[in-house]
């Protein structure tokens, strides 16, 4: 099956939970503990490669980096597609280049180039009509119906609700999104208004944990996909407390024994002992 095909039944059935995913690795452990669809994150790819979510990352390194975690996981991605990286017709390119490497869903946002994180302040939007324009241009490029275009708006922090609704609308209703993603989201009343307001549309809400909210409460307002952000929080907490122990202490804890041959199995290399066997690799 179609690993597009797939999350459309996945978001048939319930609530579709993501994690953020950096790359391949992150994905392989979001599949060892039962994910069924990972995300891969803009803001975690820049991360990544030592810089800020301040558009400094090209759509040929997003796109290589989402190769990697496709390969590693048969399971859905969902991908961070930034502003497109320019106009409609860039749209288009980057539609067909996510397609092409198997990836189920993308995002597009209106902001301005360079793109912030939706998180940052100082961001800007472009117009209502040409981000229509650009979402079209995704729905037109794409081959296979069940990929799926995701139209992210970033106008809460810069023009507020009404703005934020009427782009909504006009994004699924005009342009042909298959999902709409308000980003910025700060307080449970933000949620429920966005809930409320655009309860006719399929939504995505990114879940920054900002405020208190489980996974119940978003099922109950009715979101098709939640990503959730924590698993970058963790992975920087967890490596500067380790390398703080190192620094302090000249050691690390006996909570880590065993962890190496966990992670040897997840990554494959037991198999890759049978292939080096079954095709007389060892000398």
């Not at 975690?44 to 990352?57: F, N, Q, S, T």
């Not at 280049?97 to 998180?119: L, M, R």
């Not at 809930?195 to 879940?207: H, Q, T």
Request: hydrophobic share 40%; proline share 3%.
């Amino acid at each position: 099956m179609v690993r597009s095909q797939k999350l459309r039944q996945l978001l048939k059935q319930g609530t579709v939970v993501v994690p953020y995913t950096v790359n391949a690795f992150h994905a392989k452990i979001a599949r060892l503990v039962g994910f069924q669809a990972v995300y891969m994150s803009g803001y975690g790819v820049a991360a990544e490669r030592g810089y800020p979510d301040v558009g400094l990352i090209t759509q040929t390194e997003m796109v290589q980096t989402a190769k990697y975690i496709v390969d590693a996981v048969d399971l859905p991605v969902i991908c961070d597609a930034d502003t497109g990286y320019g106009n409609p017709i860039n749209v288009w390119r980057t539609t067909r280049e996510y397609e092409a490497i198997g990836v189920s869903a993308i995002h597009i946002e209106d902001q301005t180039f360079p793109k912030k994180c939706g998180f940052f302040e100082k961001k800007n939007v472009i117009s209502l009509e040409e981000h229509v324009q650009k979402i079209r241009a995704a729905v037109d490029a794409r081959r296979n119906d069940d990929f799926i275009i995701i139209a992210r708006s970033d106008a809460l922090s810069v023009n507020g609700w009404k703005d934020t609704i009427t782009r909504s609308k006009a994004y699924y209703y005009d342009a042909g999104a298959d999902m709409i993603f308000v980003d910025g989201i700060r307080t449970m009343e933000d949620l429920k208004i966005y809930a409320k307001e655009l309860k006719d549309l399929p939504r995505l809400f990114n879940c920054e944990l900002r405020f208190p909210c489980s996974l119940g409460d978003v099922v109950e307002m009715g979101f098709q996909i939640m990503v959730v952000s924590a698993t970058m929080l963790a992975m920087f907490k967890a490596i500067r407390d380790v390398l703080e122990e190192v620094k302090e202490k000249g050691v690390v804890s006996s909570h880590l024994t065993g962890v190496r041959d966990e992670m040897n199995v997840m990554l494959g290399v037991p198999e890759i002992y049978e292939m080096e066997k079954r095709y007389g690799c060892i000398r």
